[in-house]
């Protein structure tokens, strides 16, 4: 026996065992084993539709307990006794798919579809399972079919209209958006989209009025706003990027990287007082030393507030002392509050596989020139350079340091 099966609770058991029971006589003994029912075992052929329906069960049993592996075998013998069902050849399809056999699932993908031609979801499978496998225009086929069946059919419509975006096919989706567009006029992802398509082509205009039919439509819609913000940020219009991110943490209050985006934007125009009232309701979020606050002490870095900067890095760093982004970054605060020998120490804890590595080691360098021990500088830079990191910048510098 399966010892994942050994572990399902009584009553997912007795749910499959009153869906088995569902498909045969009463008075057919269901078996107490939840093994899977072996197709040499069965004598005549009335009992395959019971030993199909009862494999079946066992396996949704499995997919409910996430154990795909047992399922794919329960729906394999599943179809032993009903090879041709339609229904176990999709459900086997969408569990190999979870289990990473694409080429398998097409195959019983494929099946399905030449059984129930006018299957939309079927369809909507084997387009999908092509598409994974990079056979785009095989996708694109089936969606095509589907909507030639049924031009009304949303699903597909948005399918074909996301699979045409993903080819930078954008004069295409734009037309099947167009047409979903006259057929549901409140299709909310259907303008979504459409304003996508439009930020990428830097139609700002048509963009702009695409999302803000999605928001008229679902007002709190979460990725039309931040889309809109950051066609704000590309046309330069600071004052309603400022409301759009406003309008997100007020639907929204507890969302990190609005109110973060807001911080920067009140720095870069000068009001620091309502950056600052951003800063402290970020700060009852999150807790001193969450990796999350490393975006505050690095914004702080970056609009020269060094002492607040320090207070949060150092608390990551405490944290988390193999955070080589915080460690750095507060060496950098250090030394830019003129904390030279802490920040010299920071910096020399960076590991030398970190992307940091270099960086730390020239700004521990410029920091021994800044103490008039140029020649240990130049040490230093040797030993960076022997240690393998032959990098264009450390020859600059050390040149530079000879000619003092």
């Known amino acids: 026996m ?30 107490l084993k939840q093994e899977t029912i072996i197709s040499s075992e069965i004598n005549g052929k009335k009992d395959f539709s019971r030993y199909a329906y009862q494999n079946y069960a066992f396996a949704c ?49 494929k099946r399905t579809v030449d059984l129930t031609p006018d299957d939309s979801k079927a369809r909507e499978l084997l387009a999908e399972i092509y598409s994974q496998l990079k056979k785009f225009d095989l996708a694109i086929s089936q969606y ?34 167009s047409i979903l567009i006259k057929n549901e006029p409140e299709l909310m992802m259907a303008h979504y989209y459409k304003g996508r398509i439009n930020l990428e082509l830097k139609a700002y205009n048509k963009a702009k009025e695409a999302f803000n039919k999605a928001l008229e439509i679902n007002p709190g819609f979460l990725p039309a706003l931040f889309d809109l913000a950051t066609l704000f940020n590309k046309t330069d219009n600071v004052d309603m990027e400022i409301g759009t991110y406003n309008r997100i943490v007020h639907l929204y209050p507890h969302n990190t990287i609005a109110r973060e985006r807001l911080i ?63 460690r750095y970054y507060l060496g950098v605060a250090l030394e830019q509050n003129e904390n030279f020998n802490k920040a010299y120490q920071n910096l020399n804890l960076i ?18 020139e800044r103490q008039k021990k140029p020649d240990t500088a130049i040490k230093l830079l040797k030993e960076t350079i022997n240690h393998g990191k032959k990098n264009p910048r450390l020859y600059l510098m050390l040149a530079s340091l000879y000619e003092i």
């Open 2 to 31: 399966n010892k994942a099966i050994q572990k399902i609770s009584i009553l997912s058991l007795c749910v499959s065992m009153t869906l088995a029971l569902s498909c045969v006589g009463v008075e057919e003994k269901f078996p």
């Open 61 to 109: 049993i499995a997919i409910t307990n996430g154990n795909y592996h047992d399922a794919e075998i329960y729906l394999k013998e599943a179809l032993k006794y009903d090879k041709d069902s339609p229904y176990l050849l999709m459900k086997l399809s969408e569990v190999l798919v979870e289990n990473g056999k694409m080429e398998d699932a097409l195959h019983f993908a």
């Open 144 to 177: 095509r079919q589907i909507l030639k069946k049924d031009p009304h059919n949303r699903e597909a419509g948005l399918y074909l209209s996301t699979l045409y975006i993903r080819l930078k096919k954008y004069d295409c989706a734009l037309n099947e958006l």
């Open 264 to 326: 920067a934007l009140y720095y870069k125009i000068g009001q620091e007082e309502l950056a600052e009232k951003h800063m402290d309701e970020l700060k009852k979020m999150l807790d001193p030393g969450d990796r999350k606050r490393k975006r505050l002490g690095l914004m702080y870095l970056k609009y020269g507030k060094f002492s607040e900067s320090i207070a949060e890095l150092t608390s990551i760093v405490s944290a988390w002392p193999n955070d080589q982004e915080a």
């Open 351 to 368: 590991h030398p596989a970190s992307s940091y590595f270099i960086d730390a080691r020239m700004r521990m360098a410029y920091i021994l």
